[in-house]
């Protein structure tokens, strides 16, 4: 009986290379706050084990505050694959492992603005579907 090697799925850090926050006046706990997440996947020419995960995400309470930040997640699996398989680590893997980390920076940031935002606690989130592909343009 032959035995399959496993691909496993490692994930190398987290980085925000982006984050902008900006306030018109404190925010009142109990507002409403509108979360966009845009999640894309950018697959580096020179190596095919690598990939990155690029969340794009917006807070905002409207006439209170904006936050914007842009994390890159660094991932590596065991050995070159495609199909199925790359496509769960990639839509469905990578972004619930990276997700906590921008969860807790969020936190973490939030609560040291003091009283102009409080801390803030974002809901988990559930990634399925197809992430959009970042495709480097050649200039």
């Known amino acids: 009986m032959e035995v399959n ?3 496993q799925l490692k994930f190398l850090g987290v980085d925000f290379p ?3 926050f900006s306030s018109q006046k404190p925010y009142i706990d109990g507002g409403e706050i509108h979360i966009d997440l845009e999640p894309k996947v950018f697959y580096p020419e020179e190596d095919e084990k690598i990939f990155r995960i690029i969340m ?4 905002m309470s409207e006439s209170f505050f904006k936050l914007r930040i842009v994390a890159i997640g660094t991932f590596e699996l065991s050995k070159a694959i495609h199909g ?3 496509h769960s680590f990639v839509n469905v893997n990578a ?5 906590p980390y921008l969860r807790s920076f969020i936190s973490t940031l939030t609560s040291n603005l003091g009283n102009i935002i409080g801390t803030l606690n974002i809901p988990p989130q559930f ?3 197809e992430l959009e592909e970042i495709i480097p343009e050649d200039n």
Request: aromatic content about 10%; proline content about 5%; glycine content about 4%.
């Open 5 to 7: 090697e496993q691909v």
């Open 84 to 86: 199925e398989i790359k």
């Open 56 to 59: 794009d995400m917006t807070l």
């Open 18 to 20: 982006h984050v902008n």
């Open 127 to 129: 990634f399925k579907g």
């Open 95 to 99: 972004p619930a492992i990276m997700f």
